[in-house]
């Protein structure tokens, strides 16, 4: 579904990304792990066309992506939930969930979808006439997974979804990241949270300095020493 080729990226004159590669199949919970500064965001940037690679290839249903404007990449079914949510604050909880589904396709079928954001969330249909500002930052977060919900993804990035949360609260976000796999959406995960990150993911790519170091299967890098020293602190 997606591939990444040699992506190297600069901000400026500082190289960020060095001939990264990593390929995601429908279906998957993909996750990707890395400690701060390790370039994990600016690989999303670049992933969702805010930021211009400097050389490798982006491609996506086998269409390449990487010198597309954004409203396009998402247009073609590609979500990109930014860490802290970002909602508008002085909006609706309803009006946000509108706001999600600007592509004509989605637009036509936002009644539709915003029934289904209902279903997996529940307390924003409760809450569907509040303004933004006024939820938890919890609810924020809810809010922000569903819009970008609204425009009908097959692939949904989330980066660091449980930043800020209540330890009460992180495991209800990861268990929707997971749930959302039978919805048919294919899941790329950036997370800090290493252990819960393993545990609902099958794959996983370690970034290092701008650099994929390690991929494998979830299951076998929770049990790597390395991952435990690095990662989990055991």
């Known amino acids: 579904m997606l591939e990444i080729k040699n992506i190297s990226t600069f901000y400026g004159r500082v190289q960020v990304l060095w001939d990264v590669n990593i390929e995601i199949k429908e279906g998957e919970i993909v996750a990707l792990v890395g400690s701060n500064g390790a370039g994990k965001t600016t690989l999303l940037n670049t992933l969702s066309g805010l930021i211009k690679p400097a050389s490798g290839e982006i491609s996506f249903m086998g269409q390449r992506i990487d010198s597309r404007p954004i409203h396009r990449i998402v247009e073609l079914g590609i979500s990109h939930i930014p860490e802290g949510g970002h909602v508008f604050k002085d909006m609706t909880v309803s009006e946000n969930l509108e706001m999600g589904a600007y ?11 915003i029934n289904q954001v209902f279903e997996i969330f529940p307390l924003l249909k409760e809450r569907h006439k509040q303004l933004a500002n006024t939820l938890s930052g919890g609810e924020q977060q809810m809010l922000a997974m569903g819009r970008g919900l609204m425009s009908m993804p097959k692939l949904c990035i989330f980066d660091e979804p449980s930043y800020g949360l209540a330890p009460i609260l992180v495991n209800n976000v ?29 794959r996983a790519y370690i970034l290092e300095n701008g650099k ?19 990662y989990l602190g055991l």
């Open 103 to 113: 592509p004509m396709h989605a637009w036509k079928k936002k009644s539709e979808t």
């Open 174 to 202: 990861f268990q929707v990241v997971k749930s959302l796999r039978e919805h048919g959406i294919t899941i790329f995960l950036i997370e800090q949270n290493v252990k819960h990150t393993l545990e609902i993911s099958d």
């Open 212 to 230: 994929v170091v390690t991929c494998d299967e979830s299951c076998n890098l929770l049990q790597s020493d390395y991952i435990k020293k690095a």
